[in-house]
């Protein structure tokens, strides 16, 4: 894939050095090719010899006049103070200097990715959901269990966190009937009516192909997860009349964008012939038990039933399974197991207890040691996309 250019006009030089060694050890590597310059004239000259820029990131002074020299080229302003929505120059676009490095590649693809005039083509997936023609597809995973009450939504937000302030380009998605990820996103507020979900699955619905300014439009931006989310269906009704071809459409359609890394399907617990549907075309699904006897058993028969069920509506689902235990000790996590994880191809994984979880006066996302345990998570997932990416 060729890579995205970028130009970073900045005097400091010594901010360009850090930028550019950052990029170059990054996830960003991968997509992004950097190009430093300390003066307007520098990168004027760079352009008229030929080549070719995508972006340009400038501070103040020399972003209004590279911005009448860039033709067709969005520039970025980098500014010395958070944005505020008002500036002196005819700029739109805004990125705060001294924010995480991290932080600042995430706001700048997501600049890039919603600019005037950039189209995205999409093409048939290996599996099943769409991705960007000629560039490395959207991973998705889906969170599931057998059983309900086990933490998946926990265990979600994690994944979804840990990408984030990985660097990744990650969305979470709440599949569940009743979605309560208000509680995390710290307030109780009810999405604006035409956001979300519900758009997403009327325009999948129709049949209509879902663009990037309509994707953009339902979708939001968690500051704490360092990721987009997609609001939930404003009438459960939508959610409760889902189809098998609805959750695929809808999880096609934001994998389709080429606006992320990796989707987090945050789904219910059961094994519906809808959810099945979505399950079969996923890249990995993380299955979600705690040490509880009823639990424990529902998820061992759901594992004995795949394997059993391999020609028909299950198909290899058990191959792309990695059983997580959530919460407890490694001694208990051994002893939830049991048999099951013969029944994988993949070993178990396990998350921390976090006992002030218990109070709700605590974050939810405050814990270092369970977003550490997602982290590895997500590496392991990612490090087996770029497998699977190889062999594809």
């Not at 004239?41 to 990131?57: A, H, L, R």
């Not at 933490?151 to 998605?173: D, E, I």
């Not at 178990?348 to 814990?367: D, F, T």
């Amino acid at each position: 894939m060729n890579k995205l250019q970028l130009a970073v006009a900045v005097k400091e030089k010594e901010y360009l050095r850090r930028l550019a060694d950052y990029i170059r050890g990054s996830v960003y590597a991968a997509r992004w090719q950097i190009t430093a310059f300390t003066s307007v004239n520098s990168c004027k000259q760079y352009m008229k010899q030929g080549f070719s820029i995508d972006i340009i990131v400038a501070e103040r002074e020399f972003a209004e006049e590279l911005r009448h020299s860039a033709q067709g080229v969005q520039v970025v302003l980098l500014s010395d103070r958070p944005a505020s929505g008002e500036g002196e120059l005819e700029l739109k676009l805004e990125l705060y200097r001294y924010q995480a490095l991290p932080q600042l590649m995430n706001a700048l693809e997501r600049i890039y990715i919603d600019g005037a005039g950039i189209e995205r083509s999409v093409s048939l997936a290996p599996n099943g959901l769409r991705g960007l023609a000629g560039t490395e597809r959207t991973l998705v995973a889906a969170v599931h269990s057998a059983a309900g009450g086990v933490g998946k939504t926990t265990v979600a937000l994690h994944l979804a966190a840990a990408a984030g302030a990985a660097g990744m380009r990650a969305c979470y998605v709440n599949l569940e009937c009743w979605d309560t990820t208000r509680v995390w996103f710290g307030d109780g507020r009810r999405e604006e009516a035409g956001a979300g979900l519900s758009d997403l699955l009327y325009l999948v619905k129709s049949g209509n192909a879902v663009t990037r300014e309509q994707l953009k439009s339902s979708r939001r931006y968690n500051a704490v997860l360092k990721c987009d989310y997609m609001p939930g269906f404003a009438n459960p009704e939508d959610r409760l009349t889902l189809g098998g071809e609805d959750y695929v459409g809808l999880a096609a359609a934001i994998s389709s964008s080429g606006g992320y890394d990796l989707l987090v399907l945050d789904m219910d617990a059961g094994w519906s012939e809808a959810e099945v549907s979505l399950l079969r075309k996923v890249d990995l699904v993380y299955e979600v038990v705690r040490n509880d006897r009823s639990v424990i058993d529902k998820q061992r028969q759901a594992m004995s039933y795949f394997r059993q069920d391999s020609e028909g509506r299950c198909g290899d689902l058990w191959k792309r399974c990695l059983l997580v235990c959530n919460g407890g000790s490694r001694a208990v996590e051994a002893d939830a197991f049991g048999g099951m994880t013969g029944l994988l191809k993949e070993s178990s994984a396990w998350l921390p207890e976090v006992p002030e979880w218990r109070s709700q006066g605590c974050s939810p996302l405050a814990s270092s040691s369970y977003l550490a345990a997602a982290s590895l998570l997500v590496k392991r997932f990612m490090s087996e996309g770029d497998r699977r990416r190889a062999a594809g």
